[in-house]
Structure formats: C-alpha cells, structure tokens
C-alpha cells in the first residue's frame, strides 16, 4: 500500500536582493503555523521555502555593490535568509535556491519537453517591463507620473524590451483556466482573487515571452544559450523541482515527487496572485500535471496606508520587532490581527496592546497563577482529577471550531476561538476564588477540582496554541510536569486534546520564568 499523500505547503521564493522585512515573514510564519497544525493533526507535512536568485532585480543590486550575482547572493542567503528563518523558528523541511543545480537541471528538462510538445516558439517581444516586478506588463497597469509609464506597485519608471525571445502558449490555456476555477472555487482564495483572476482570465490573456538575451543572470535556455529563462519561468518551478520534478518514478526523487505533488497549499501575497493563478498551473497543464490544489493570496502589510516594502524605505526587519516583543508574540500578532485575506496596518501600538492584554494577561498570567496555586496550596503536585462538564464542553466546541478555521486558512478566527476558551478559564478562576477557598480545609476538595480543571485548559491551550507560539508552549507544557506525565508536546494531536483528564494526578508543576514578561519602556 502507497504511504497516504504528503501535505505539501509552499511559501513564495523571495527575492535576494534585499534582507527579509515582516513582509516576508507574514508569509512564511503563516506556512509554518499551517504545517504545525497539521503535522499536529498527526499528518505527514513538507514545507518548503527557499529563495529567488536569478533576474535584472538580483543583478543589478548585486553590480551596484561591486560583486558578481552569485557571490552577492550566496552572502546574502547565508547571512540573512536562513537565519532569519531559524530566528522565527520556521520548521521547514527544505530550502530551495534557484541557483541549485538540482533545481536548474530539473527547469531545463521541464522547458525541453514543452518546447518539443509544440508549446513554446520563437517569437519577438516589444513592451514594458518593470525589475521590480520582474513583470512584463500591459497598458493597464501602468500610471503616468511626470510624463512617464510607472508601475502602480513600485512607482518606478517601466523599462521598454525589444528583444527576440521564446513564447510560452498562454493563451491556449485561457479556457481551460477559466473552467478550472469555475469548477473548482477552493482551488484559489479567498474568493476576492478568484473574481480578480476570472475577470482577468475573461479579459484575455496573451502569449508570455519566457526567454531574455539582454543580460545573461540565469537558467540558460539549452537549446538557444545565448538566452536565459525569464526569472518568473524559472522560479514558478522550484515548487516541482524541489520535490523531484522529472525525476525517474523509481528513484528517490520520483517517488519524492509521487508522494507530493500537487501542492496542497501555495501561499503567496496578492501581489504575486496572477503569476501563482494563472502562469503556473498553465505551464502544469502544458506538461500533464496536476495543478496545486489550492493557491491563497494574503493581504499586505500597509505602512502609512501604502504596501510596506524595502524599495519604498517602509520595510521593518522582524528583529526589530521581536527584539522588543519576542519571537512567539511576533507570530501571534500578525495572524491574530490582521484577516487572512485582507490588508492590515501596522503599528507599533496595537502590537504592544496585544501582548498586554491577549498574551501577558490572559495567557500568561493563567499559566503563572495556576503554577503559584499548584506550589502553595498543593504542594506542587497536581491534585486528584476531577471534571468540569462547562470547561469540557467548552474544550470540545473550541477545538471543533479553531480546527476548522485553521484547516481553512482561517488564522484570526481559529487563534480567537482558542484565545476565548483561555479567557473563559480565567474568568472560572477568578469566579471560583480558590485562594478563598484555601484558606478553609474544608474546601479542599472543591480547590483541588479548580486547580485540576485549571491545568487540564493549560494543558488544552499549551497542545492549541503550540502552532502559533511553539517556545511559549514548550515552556508550559514542561511547567506543568506533562513532559513526563504524558510525553511530548509535539505528539499531542488535535483530535485527542478535548479529551478531558489527561494530565495525571501527581504530575510535577515546576515555575517556570513569565511566558509573557513585561515589557521595556520603548525609548
Ligand atoms: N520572487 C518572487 C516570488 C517567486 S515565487 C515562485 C517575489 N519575491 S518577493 O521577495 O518580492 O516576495 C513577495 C512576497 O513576499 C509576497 O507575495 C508576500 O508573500 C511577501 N510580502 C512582501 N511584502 C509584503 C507586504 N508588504 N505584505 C505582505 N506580504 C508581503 O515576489
């Protein structure tokens, strides 16, 4: 029997011209929370990531400093890329770089067998571009500004091609595109960009020139080396070549590939929607291959109301974010607070209020109350377990709902649904007065039941939240003695978590440092 299919999520290759900004990580945080969850599920995830080398946008930045291409990228990726993935704990399980060998020999035999299937030709291109995008573009997109064509997106002037290049046959793949989508809504999300994609797809599309002779930073085209792909070409295949695209069935790589493709889930920015909606599954149809099952674009983090980037000098590097808040609440806070989907604004202050309330408040202070509590008035030691039927049944509806949202896509409603069962828990405590109780032996069996029910939620919360904030979890669920009394955090699955009593009586709660401490004054 053939191993159940991996779930295979991708993050966009970014652009290394430049260090990441939040921007960057928005995306990949929400790759990763999405693995998480779902290896969580007990499934089998391959996350993949990686970066995009080639193209004028890589070159020139890299001439402008006086290096070759390779060396500027190869510093970069080392330097600035991988640990800035390391730093926010991003579980990916491999990273691609455009430059691999194992990735530009796999995009020369895909292109080999489109061309001798009869879809790509020679033919002339004359229009705009613009490097920022690494886009040819249509009238359409353009703004005049000071007399000149400028992208909408940069607000730079676009550059005029006139080159002899090779023609991908988009426009073959109109029709089936448009029925694909139409018969398939999930396929591309949220439903804003499918409409964007249908009534550009309606709209008509053109032949793509997929070839450049003008400079030579890329994948050489094998059967014409005096030109290289056209970088969007080239880097809409690392999804495929990282997996084994093209690769003998029998190998490692074919049954690599086998195992995974389609793609269950591309996650791009809208930015980059029509290259992932419409450029790519045509270049799988072209070849005979499945398409991704599902590509979503996110929304942008605005800046004074503008899309933030780096070449707009708008661009925030996550360490200046998580220098002050920490690692775990920077991948809380984005997926908390902004829709999945929509655009959100930034700010410093609605990041502070958050922690405050959400993280240090609600999450925190439970986790250190209840280990206070355990120690004082237990000894340290969980108490003989007993049931809360509201707790429970709460559980169960919170664990339906944040598991549905998430499997959706959904962030902000799942990490609300499981942030308001922790608000419920502290509001039992503070109903329930246990630090009244205690001080009647009396009432011991009524104090031990809400310290049990108490660390039976923290034990739920650690095994929900452990996607979003893996380190703040991994520190409470050790604090709470279930390293030990039940086994690893990471094992826990979402199935099993509204299970309630599973934190045996005599489990060992330690202290442990504030989940959330309180913040510095910002100078
Ligand atoms: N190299 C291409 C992608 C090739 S994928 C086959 C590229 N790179 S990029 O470096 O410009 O990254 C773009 C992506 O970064 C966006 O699609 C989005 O995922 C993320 N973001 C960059 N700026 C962003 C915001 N201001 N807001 C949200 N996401 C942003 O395009």
Redesign the pocket.
């Known amino acids: 029997m053939s191993p159940a299919k991996t779930f295979y999520v991708t ?5 290394v011209n430049d260090v990441p ?1 939040i ?2 990580a ?2 990949t945080v929400a790759g990763d929370v999405l693995t998480r969850w779902h290896r969580q599920k007990g499934e089998s995830v391959w996350f993949l990531t990686g970066t ?1 080398e080639h193209g004028q946008k890589v070159l020139r930045t890299a001439e402008a400093n006086g290096v070759t291409p390779q060396a500027w990228v190869d510093n970069l990726v080392e330097t600035s890329w991988k640990p800035n993935w390391l730093a926010l704990n991003i579980a990916n399980d491999d990273f691609i770089r455009t430059t691999e060998p194992r990735h530009s020999e796999r995009v020369q035999k895909f292109l080999t067998g489109l061309k001798d299937d009869g879809f790509i030709y020679a033919g002339k291109y004359e229009g705009p571009y613009c490097v920022g995008c ?1 886009e040819f573009k249509i009238l359409g997109d353009l703004v005049e500004k000071d007399g000149k064509q400028t992208c909408s997106t940069h607000g730079t002037p676009v550059e005029i091609v006139n080159e002899n290049n090779w023609f991908f046959k988009l426009s073959e793949f109109v029709l089936p595109l448009l029925n694909h989508y139409r018969e398939s809504p999930q396929a591309l999300q949220p439903e804003s960009a499918r409409n964007e994609v249908l009534s550009f797809l309606e709209s008509g599309v053109t032949d793509l020139s997929i070839s450049r002779s003008t400079f030579d930073w890329g994948i050489t085209v094998p059967w014409d080396p005096d030109q290289v792909f056209y970088v ?1 070409f080239d ?2 295949l ?2 495929a070549t990282a997996v084994g695209l093209g690769d003998d069935p029998s190998s490692a790589g074919g049954k690599k590939f086998a195992n995974t493709w389609p793609a269950d889930v591309h ?3 809208k ?2 929607l029509r ?1 992932h909606a419409v450029i790519w599954p045509a270049m799988l149809m072209a070849a005979g291959l499945a398409t991704p099952k599902k590509v979503f674009a ?5 800046v004074g109301g503008e ?3 780096k070449s707009k000098l708008t661009g925030i590097a996550p360490k200046q974010i998580t220098d002050h808040f920490g690692v775990d609440a920077f991948r809380y806070y984005f997926l908390r607070a902004i829709p999945f989907g929509s655009d959100g604004s930034f700010s410093w202050e609605d990041v502070h209020a958050r922690y405050t309330s959400e993280l240090a408040n609600d999450f925190g202070n439970l986790a250190s109350r209840l280990a206070a509590m355990i120690e004082k008035y237990c000894g340290g030691v969980i108490p003989e377990s007993s049931y809360d039927k509201e707790l429970a049944e709460a559980l169960a509806m919170t664990v339906e709902k944040a598991d549905a949202a998430m499997c959706d896509l959904d962030f902000q409603t799942g990490i609300v649904a499981i942030m308001d069962f922790c608000k419920q828990v502290n509001g039992y405590v503070t109903v329930k007065e246990p630090w009244i109780l205690a001080k009647d032996a009396a009432n011991k069996a009524e104090l031990d039941a809400i310290l049990y029910n108490t660390a039976e939620s923290l034990r739920a919360l650690a095994i929900l939240l452990n996607s979003v904030m893996p380190a703040t979890c991994e520190i409470l669920w050790e604090s709470l003695g279930a390293n030990k009394s039940i086994g690893a955090l990471k094992d826990q699955h979402i199935a099993d978590v509204s299970k309630w009593g599973q934190l045996p009586a005599g489990s060992v709660v330690t202290k442990s440092a504030s989940l959330f401490p309180r913040l510095d004054v910002i100078a």
Do not use: C, Q, R
């Open positions: 993050t966009p290759i970014y652009y900004h921007g960057h928005y995306t995009d690494e969007w880097a809409l690392n999804y996650l791009v920015g930015d980059i290259f996110h929304g942008w983090l605005l899309k933030m980037s």
